[in-house]
């Protein structure tokens, strides 16, 4: 039996007239043409607002299209935080190409400014993280910082964002409509074709139980790694379920588990999203804290 499924204007200074009264020497040029003029300020840098909700999604950010709407209103994405390259990838004369590994700098901050802004992690829920760059000409100016961009999406399949309105602060604070909770997978043959959420009071075979972080593999290695990723999901299962982790689990359930794209991961994304699966009966309660006697071995 199968036990496992796998399923980005410058002001002019000196404009000033003064009022001469009486009998004031006129003022005589004196041959230089720049001791009269204060010095002009150097052009300041364009960087992109956070807290900030976004009509559209780029990658790429530039000044002369650069658009941001009221929250309130319906957008694509909100910037929840900017920040700053340093070390290497600050110093390199190309800006990082979006899905490379100079990203994996930027990932993590943005993914704890991502919890903080939610209240949870945002891999929990139908939600995307995506890190948007200056344009290469910005970058060659001195430009050295990166977008922290959230987007909701429709489902943990479609990772496509969808419009939507209202901030996403405090959006995984207690119950809401975003976290990832009961699944009915559908199947074609043995694969999984998509997850069709459900409520857990209806019959359904999946629920999510938690995400781990898979550090220390490249992509490659990843994808060789079913069994191991299977083996650190079922350790979930079993705390999230209240049973205990030894033989008897895959006579329990099985997993299901998305990892990030390729893409994702090469940005620094680890984060792999884990569900128990219940293949051999329909279940219509949620498995969290059931025990082995909510959760039998058969």
């Known amino acids: 039996m199968r036990r496992w499924l796998l399923a980005l204007a410058l002001a002019l200074a000196g404009a000033t007239t003064a009022m001469l009264g009486g009998c004031v020497r006129p003022h005589h040029a004196d041959g230089d043409l720049t001791d009269d003029w204060p010095a002009l300020r150097p052009p300041a840098l364009f960087v992109p607002a956070t807290d900030a909700c976004l009509p559209r999604i780029t990658s790429v950010v530039q000044a002369a299209t650069y658009e941001t709407v009221d929250c309130a209103r319906s957008h694509l994405a909100e910037a929840i935080h900017v920040g700053t390259f340093t070390g290497a990838a600050a110093q390199s004369e190309r800006r990082p190409e979006p899905g490379s590994p100079a990203l994996r700098t930027a990932r993590p901050e943005c993914d704890q400014r991502a919890r903080e802004v939610l209240g949870g992690d945002w891999h929990s829920a139908r939600l995307t993280l995506n890190i948007a760059l200056p344009a290469q000409a910005a970058w060659a100016a001195g430009a050295r910082w990166f977008r922290c961009d959230l987007s909701e999406t429709d489902s943990i399949d479609n990772t496509r964002p969808r419009n939507r309105t209202g901030s996403l602060r405090g959006a995984m604070i207690g119950d809401n409509p975003l976290t990832h909770r009961c699944f009915d997978p559908k199947l074609i043959g043995k694969n999984l074709n998509y997850m069709a959420p459900v409520l857990c009071t209806e019959p359904h075979r999946a629920e999510f139980v938690g995400v781990y972080l898979e550090r220390d593999m490249s992509w490659a ?36 588990f998305y990892p990030p794209s390729q893409r994702e991961w090469e940005e620094g994304d680890r984060g792999i999203r884990c569900f128990l699966w219940s293949d051999d009966r329909k279940l219509t309660r949620s498995m969290r804290g059931v025990g082995p006697a909510g959760l039998p071995a058969i």
């Open 221 to 256: 290695q990843f994808v060789r790694a079913t069994q191991q990723v299977h083996r650190r999901c079922m350790a979930l299962i079993a705390a999230f379920a209240a049973v205990p982790n030894n033989s008897d689990l895959p006579y329990r359930a099985g997993s299901i």
